[in-house]
């Protein structure tokens, strides 16, 4: 579950970005399992956000709860536990351009100190789903932008995590395939992982639907649900 209560993020340091990318008293609750698309314009708080729950950044006021944490007093010590909670996915797909695509995946297992043995069984079975098993000893130069971004899809779904984020993810692929990345992420969710997807891309949204949250000045100015294809309220 994630819950922010009354949080505010203040950009204190440079006057000019004292309103872009600040939070103002956003509340929020996203349960386990829901598929969450984040959208709105530059600036509004959508980073901010993602900072927030990735601890790269603390609240000015109020209190963040993810995963069975309170954020706002997280020992220093059980943060790396907490991130293994997430998997995160990022625009600029971030492989390891020397290891093979098997390595890339496997690369997070071994680092979380996950047995030989659950590597094997893992990393083949989190290809498969993205369906890159023919690509395992393959480098990310030999693949094309979408089979990266699947790569990167699998190494985040790798560790089991309770929560998915999603930053831009199909920023630097054919828009074609954008939907096929969306319709694996939503795969991921059946599984058991919350997904929260930032999107500046609206006619995937729509496509899709389901719970859709815009951010406007560091506000959440629509929480709610749309059905795909279309006819839901205007975001």
Do not use: W
């Not at 997280?74 to 907490?82: A, E, G, L, T």
């Not at 690369?107 to 690509?135: A, G, N, W």
């Not at 985040?156 to 929560?163: I, S």
């Amino acid at each position: 579950m994630i819950e922010l209560k009354n949080v505010e993020v203040r950009y204190k340091d440079n006057a000019e970005r004292d309103s872009r990318g600040a939070l103002a008293g956003v509340n929020l609750r996203i349960n386990d399992g829901e598929f969450v698309f984040i959208v709105g314009d530059s600036g509004a708080g959508k980073s901010t956000l993602l900072k927030l729950l990735t601890l790269e950044k603390q609240p000015s006021a109020g209190r963040v709860f993810v995963n069975g944490y309170n954020l706002a007093n997280i020992k220093p010590h059980r943060v790396p536990n907490y991130r293994r909670t997430i998997g995160m996915i990022f625009q600029d797909f971030r492989l390891i351009p020397s290891m093979t695509v098997y390595d890339n995946v496997a690369y997070v297992l071994r680092v979380t100190d996950k047995s030989s043995r659950f590597i094997r069984q893992r990393v083949p079975y989190v290809l498969s789903l993205v369906k890159l098993s023919e690509k395992a000893k393959s480098y990310p130069s030999q693949l094309s932008g979408g089979e990266q971004q699947r790569v990167a899809i699998a190494r985040a779904f790798a560790t089991e995590p309770k929560l998915i984020i999603a930053d831009e993810p199909t920023g630097n692929i054919d828009p074609q395939l954008s939907y096929d990345i969306v319709s694996l992420l939503l795969d991921l969710n059946k599984l058991g992982s919350t997904v929260l997807m930032v999107t500046h891309d609206h006619d995937l949204v729509q496509y899709f639907g389901g719970r859709v949250m815009n951010l406007k000045k560091g506000t959440v100015t629509y929480d709610d649900y749309i059905p795909p294809d279309g006819g839901g309220a205007a975001i």
